[in-house]
């Protein structure tokens, strides 16, 4: 093939290389704008992995890159005057230039061409100067390549919140530190690392409205050094910081970070009176079946590093990704021969392993423009929701990294002292020190992981962060709960779990879901529920029982789950209320927009529901005002068409759901706990949205509203969510950290490590599974068990009774 790599950055540089080294037959140019020791930027960093791929790659060009590299493996982060460090996560530093110049002379070893000192105005000229087969877009983030066929490569462009300027200075950290500083208008964060003996980069950053407060968008380069060198003195001892962007003018040094997302990477030109070769087969277009013939076309240009995609700097470079698409690109090259399905097989691998690292650069990006929502964490609890904040780190995972430290945390987290308060406002640290300072304060005694602390709320005791989610099971008869639910929510109760909820259950037959559903509106309802919470305060070892209540509003008279979900039955439908005459479906009823009669009916049933729950012995109560049943109807606005008192602002339309939340909170027994589960995101364009979820916690928590339960979507058929693990707990770390209130996280949550991060680092209290409670209704005690056999004992108050019988037998089918 003849190989033309347009743009000598560390993608098109590696390809040309790897390609050559494939076969040496290969004509491969690298066509890149700036001279040879040209470059911008400082440093960069890639993992150990990373650089074992390199090896495996091409082993003469990965030792010369891990020689010149320095190595550390301590994260150390300093916060309002405490410093807090680990170590064993495994960084790589080395500088661009280097880097480049490594590449550059590997690529004249083997014997591909670098032609520097052009700028490629027209990349079909240039292809047919060099017969080109095949055309590297890797002229970088701002891809000329990418922008003239944008119609295909359909890229998604997103700016993100802050502003960041890469600087270096000669002061060289031995651990890749974060400081963090706040001033009179926000804070600023410091990113930096040590490349070369005596030079080290560091990016600082902050929300732009921080920076336009300070007035650095109208300073001066050096002005604006000058500002970062003063708020970073204590970290620079005495060293200046440098800049080698000099080609840039005045505060544009400080960019926005542009996320890249391209739908396709493979564009195929078609080139007329082009007579170098016999008319080729493009891949079928999105959604065809067989290849097509469009007489001759050019040469197949191909998306590679920054043009293709970009990461936030917070996980890592895009240089680790540039490589790695070389590196897989290759790869497709030799196992599959004909060029077209090889290019086809890379676009199709490459942007999902792309997608999941910018799924969790989205995660770490927003962690880094939303310092102050943790700022009133502690120094340990700050460091450790640091490290997890992109959710592709768990709590094992940092085991592995740093066990000591580890252990260190758990027992500061432990310490009833400050974990046993529960609100987040209301945490303590011990006094002075960091986090291995913490361990000696908290004692020897090995402290047990955190979903196995205790929570007090109100005057309930939980005795671990665990709770069963409510899951329909659309085996009632008239709502009248049966054998079935004494079976289900029983064995469950038996498994371990802090909490079991009971399914959704309505105030009254209209209510329901389906035919199926349980409901609370009756005094033979009571007696089942209170016969089923009886069974389980008896057996299950202090576990406590959720009665969560909902009206179906615009969702009920459907078919239960194993038939058509959301669907109206074919017989036998009743008619439907919501906030307004706007059916759920097209295929489902157009629910009655309710008067203000219908309101004071159904508040009043919600409330008798209320007392029917208290008398059956429920432990908590949750609202149901999420998934587009009635009142989420009038929280979200794609439903909410009102032109009254409770339609319009966010406000209005939260009225009515927080006046019945208000009238069972008033019979409702002041020592337990009262939740409400939220549709914390739309997934629609004009729906709620996160920012929208905060105002509405908010309004909950100003109502007594001790929980919330944060869930999202399926308030419209037209949501597209965004799914992935944990794709919900950041809408609950956003209002826990934010409102000061306490949030159970749900949703893709599926393994104990989830659970122990995320209780761990702060960004929920309580953990809701379903799923995993489903296949084994002893999956808490499983669990437990798996952990307790990698790890030394845990007190005993954390685990008693049947508990320990059941982990001990656990413990004993395992081996």
């Known amino acids: 093939m003849h190989i033309l ?14 390609m050559k080294l494939q076969d040496p037959a290969h004509q491969v140019t690298v066509v890149e704008r700036n001279r040879p020791f040209d470059t911008f930027g400082w440093g960069v960093v890639l993992s150990d992995q990373t650089l074992d791929n390199l090896r495996q790659a091409d082993p003469v060009s990965a030792q010369l890159i891990g020689d010149a ?81 944008a119609d295909t490569f359909k890229p998604d462009v997103d700016l993100r919140a802050c502003r960041f300027v890469w600087l270096g200075t000669h002061k060289t950290f031995d651990a890749f530190t974060f400081a963090f500083e706040q001033t009179e208008h926000g804070w600023f964060a410091a990113h930096a690392y040590k490349f070369d003996d005596n030079t080290s980069t560091f990016i600082v950053e902050t929300p732009e ?26 970290y620079l001892d005495g060293n200046a910081l440098m800049n080698n962007a000099t080609h840039v003018r005045g505060s544009a040094i400080w960019i926005r970070f542009p996320r890249v997302v391209c739908e396709h990477w493979v564009h195929w030109p078609t080139v007329p009176g082009r007579s170098d070769g016999p008319p ?65 097989t890379y676009e199709a691998l490459r942007s999902v392993e792309v997608l999941k690292i910018q ?46 430290w580890l252990q260190g945390y758990e027992q500061w987290l432990a310490n009833p002292g400050r974990a046993a308060k529960g609100r987040p406002e209301q945490a303590t640290a011990p006094s002075g020190g960091s986090a291995a300072h913490a361990v000696a304060s908290v004692g020897a005694t090995s402290a047990p992981p955190p979903m196995l602390l205790p929570l007090k709320v109100r005057e309930l005791q939980l005795k671990n962060r665990i709770v069963v989610s409510p899951m329909a099971t659309y085996s009632a008869i008239d709502g009248l709960p049966q054998d079935f639910h004494l079976v289900h929510l029983g064995a469950r109760a038996l498994g371990g779990a802090a909490m079991v909820f009971a399914e959704m259950s309505a105030p009254c037959p209209e209510g329901r879901i389906t ?134 602002s966010l406000e209005n339309r939260c009225r009515y759901p927080l006046e019945v939340f208000a009238a069972m909170r008033a019979v409702w027994p002041a020592h337990l706990p009262m939740s409400v589960r939220i549709s914390a995101h739309d997934w629609a364009p004009g729906g709620n ?47 826990r950290n934010e409102v000061g209130i306490q949030t159970i996280a749900v949703g893709a949550i599926s393994e104990v490590d989830h659970v122990n991060s995320i209780i761990a680092a702060g960004r929920a209290d309580l953990c809701a599974i379903a799923r995993p409670h489903l296949a084994d209704p002893a999956w808490t005690l499983h669990e437990a068990a798996k952990l307790q056999s990698r790890h030394v004992d845990w007190p005993k108050p954390y685990l008693s009774g049947r508990d320990q019988l059941y982990r001990e037998l656990s413990k004993q089918k395992q081996t």
């Open 5 to 18: 790599c347009l743009g000598g950055g560390p993608a098109g540089l590696y390809f040309a290389l790897l």
């Open 69 to 149: 590299f320095n190595h550390w493996d301590d994260i150390e982060v300093f916060f309002k005057g405490r410093s807090v460090r680990s170590g064993g996560h495994g960084f790589c530093g080395i500088g661009r230039k280097r880097l480049l110049n490594i590449l550059q002379d590997r690529c004249i070893e083997v014997g591909v061409d670098l032609v520097f000192e052009t700028d490629v105005e027209d990349d079909q000229a240039i292809a047919a100067r060099y017969h080109a087969d095949i055309v590297i877009a890797s002229d970088g983030l701002n891809s000329r390549i990418r922008t003239r066929y």
């Open 209 to 234: 409205a921080v920076w336009k407060a300070h007035g650095l968008d109208a300073m001066s380069q050096e002005d604006g050094i000058a500002f970062c060198e003063k708020l970073f003195a204590p």
């Open 280 to 344: 080729l087969a493009r891949p079928a277009p999105p959604g065809g079946s067989e290849p097509h013939i469009v007489g001759s076309v050019g040469a197949p240009i191909v998306l590679m590093g920054d043009a293709a995609h970009t990461a936030h700097f917070s996980i890592g470079s895009g240089t680790k990704l540039a490589l790695e698409d070389a590196i897989e690109l290759s790869r497709c090259f030799a196992q599959t021969p004909e060029p077209d399905k090889a290019l086809q």
């Open 359 to 404: 799924n969790a650069a989205r995660n770490s990006t927003e962690w880094f423009e939303n310092v102050d929502r943790y700022s009133g964490l502690d120094a340990e609890q700050f460091f450790y929701s640091l490290l997890t904040r992109s959710q592709r780190i768990s709590h094992e995972n940092l085991r592995v990294r740093d066990a000591s």
């Open 515 to 648: 035919p199926g559903c349980t409901g609370l509106w009756n005094e033979e309802q009571m007696l089942a529920w209170k016969r089923i919470v009886d069974f389980a305060h008896r057996s299950g070892e202090g576990v406590r029982m959720g009665m969560q209540l909902g009206h179906s509003g615009p969702k009920g008279s459907t078919q239960v789950g194993w038939e058509a979900p959301d669907e109206p039955l074919a017989a036998g439908n009743w008619p439907l209320l919501a906030a307004s005459a706007m059916a759920y479906g097209p295929t489902n009823a157009v629910p009655t927009a309710m008067t203000r009669e219908d309101m004071d009916r159904i508040k009043t049933q919600f409330v008798q529901s209320a007392l029917y729950a208290a008398q059956a012995g429920f432990d908590w109560l949750e609202l149901h005002c999420a998934h587009g049943y009635l009142l989420s109807s009038f929280i979200t606005p794609l439903t909410n068409l009102r032109t009254d008192d409770y339609g319009g």
């Open 689 to 735: 949205t996160a920012d929208d979820a905060v105002a509405i916690a908010r309004l909950f928590k100003a109502a007594g509203c001790d929980f919330i339960d944060v869930s999202s979507g399926q308030t419209t058929r037209a949501a597209k969510p965004v799914y992935g693990r944990m794709y919900q707990t950041p809408f609950a770390d956003r209002i």
